[in-house]
């Protein structure tokens, strides 16, 4: 559905986007993670098809995002949403429909349709610079839906949403990636831990990593935490932290009973579960509880994305090709 090969934007003697390769499937939603220059935005206007590479190629439904014909199967929520504050709803919808090339009834159809989606139905003669954040940006929504897109691309969807409409704005988007494909920029990680199960991750205009959530969460975590409660009358720090894999730790007495809680550091890609806990047990104590805390999306960004990144041009960048 969507096809990036070797992606380059420069401007002037600044390179953005740096070889960028990935591509996504008909349908779900994927995450595009990045801070701010890390040339998220960029990528974004050249699928759509608002910007030309420097060089590479970008693919959309099998053709080039800039061509009318391509540009109809791109719907487009770019950040900030610019909207015509003077315009009613329902004759902003059907302006834009008619623009994307529908008849006069077909506009008017599809209008309807697409506000009834995105729970605009009741508001379609109020003006547009009357509603709330929220709600203008379930208009921009509606607007990227008119044509019925074969990708949908979102910059920043539910930023400056109070939790209710960010929450009402997630709804819609798993409902539009069950059947379709979304490509979703978010500095909120929340969002993209609630919505995606893929992730692409940029650093300094380069894929640092590409993949399921979980398996680049396995992959890229670096320390985790090995929760243990264990039921014990002699100190235990000591043999626990004998444990191949662990690098590192704490026991307190249990508030809530006997015997300890433990929380142990462990090394980058090491699981010690197990060993562990027949460290233990050959100790004669009682495990009665043994957690691996999850990956969170926030230490993996924090790993891929704000590490410093190589000098653009380096023999390096091939490691964050997807």
Same mark, same amino acid.
């Given at each position: 559905m969507l096809e990036v090969e070797g992606l380059i934007k420069r401007y002037g003697a600044k390179t953005v986007l740096d070889g960028v390769s990935f591509a996504i499937g008909k349908q779900g939603v994927v995450g595009f993670l990045g801070v701010n220059g890390a040339g998220k935005s960029t990528a974004m206007r050249i699928l759509s098809g608002y910007l030309r590479p420097s060089s590479g190629r970008a693919r959309v439904a099998g053709g080039d995002p800039r061509t009318p014909a391509v540009r109809k199967k791109i719907g487009y929520l770019p950040e900030g949403?610019?909207?015509p504050s003077w315009m009613r709803v329902g004759e902003y919808l059907r302006f834009r *429909? /008619?623009?994307?090339? $529908?008849?006069?009834? *077909? *506009?008017?159809? !599809? &209008? %309807?349709?697409? /506000?009834? !989606?995105?729970? =605009?139905? +009741? $508001?379609? +003669? !109020?003006?547009?610079?009357?509603?709330?954040?929220?709600?203008?940006?379930?208009?921009? @929504?509606?607007?990227? =839906? @008119?044509?019925h897109p074969d990708i949908l691309i979102l910059d920043e969807p539910t930023s400056g949403l109070d939790p209710a409409q960010a929450e009402e704005m997630r709804t819609l988007i798993l409902e539009i990636g069950q059947n379709s494909a979304v490509f979703l920029s978010s500095h909120l990680l929340q969002d993209v831990e609630r919505l995606c199960r893929r992730v692409i991750i940029l650093n300094g205009g380069r894929v640092a990593a590409d993949g399921d959530m979980a398996e680049i969460g396995e992959r890229h975590a670096g320390e985790r935490t090995l929760r243990l409660e264990i039921e014990a009358d002699e100190p235990i720090l000591e043999t626990l932290l004998a444990v191949p894999g662990v690098a590192g730790g704490e026991a307190i007495p249990n508030p809530?009973?006997?015997?300890? @809680?433990?929380?142990?550091?462990?090394?980058?890609?090491? +699981?010690?579960?197990?060993? %562990? *806990? &027949? /460290? &233990?047990i050959q100790k004669g104590w009682l495990v009665t509880g043994i957690r691996l805390e999850p990956v969170? =999306?926030? +230490?993996?960004?924090?790993? @891929?994305? =704000?590490a410093e990144a190589p000098p653009i041009g380096t023999e390096g960048r091939e490691k964050g090709h997807a």
């Amino acid at each position: 559905m969507l096809e990036v090969e070797g992606l380059i934007k420069r401007y002037g003697a600044k390179t953005v986007l740096d070889g960028v390769s990935f591509a996504i499937g008909k349908q779900g939603v994927v995450g595009f993670l990045g801070v701010n220059g890390a040339g998220k935005s960029t990528a974004m206007r050249i699928l759509s098809g608002y910007l030309r590479p420097s060089s590479g190629r970008a693919r959309v439904a099998g053709g080039d995002p800039r061509t009318p014909a391509v540009r109809k199967k791109i719907g487009y929520l770019p950040e900030g949403n610019p909207l015509p504050s003077w315009m009613r709803v329902g004759e902003y919808l059907r302006f834009r *429909a /008619a623009l994307k090339g $529908l008849s006069r009834a *077909a *506009a008017r159809r !599809r &209008a %309807a349709e697409t /506000a009834a !989606r995105c729970r =605009l139905e +009741d $508001l379609m +003669d !109020r003006l547009i610079g009357s509603l709330s954040k929220g709600t203008r940006q379930r208009v921009g @929504l509606a607007d990227s =839906l @008119l044509a019925h897109p074969d990708i949908l691309i979102l910059d920043e969807p539910t930023s400056g949403l109070d939790p209710a409409q960010a929450e009402e704005m997630r709804t819609l988007i798993l409902e539009i990636g069950q059947n379709s494909a979304v490509f979703l920029s978010s500095h909120l990680l929340q969002d993209v831990e609630r919505l995606c199960r893929r992730v692409i991750i940029l650093n300094g205009g380069r894929v640092a990593a590409d993949g399921d959530m979980a398996e680049i969460g396995e992959r890229h975590a670096g320390e985790r935490t090995l929760r243990l409660e264990i039921e014990a009358d002699e100190p235990i720090l000591e043999t626990l932290l004998a444990v191949p894999g662990v690098a590192g730790g704490e026991a307190i007495p249990n508030p809530a009973g006997s015997g300890f @809680l433990v929380r142990l550091i462990l090394a980058a890609g090491r +699981d010690a579960r197990r060993e %562990a *806990a &027949a /460290a &233990a047990i050959q100790k004669g104590w009682l495990v009665t509880g043994i957690r691996l805390e999850p990956v969170r =999306l926030e +230490d993996v960004f924090r790993r @891929l994305a =704000l590490a410093e990144a190589p000098p653009i041009g380096t023999e390096g960048r091939e490691k964050g090709h997807a």
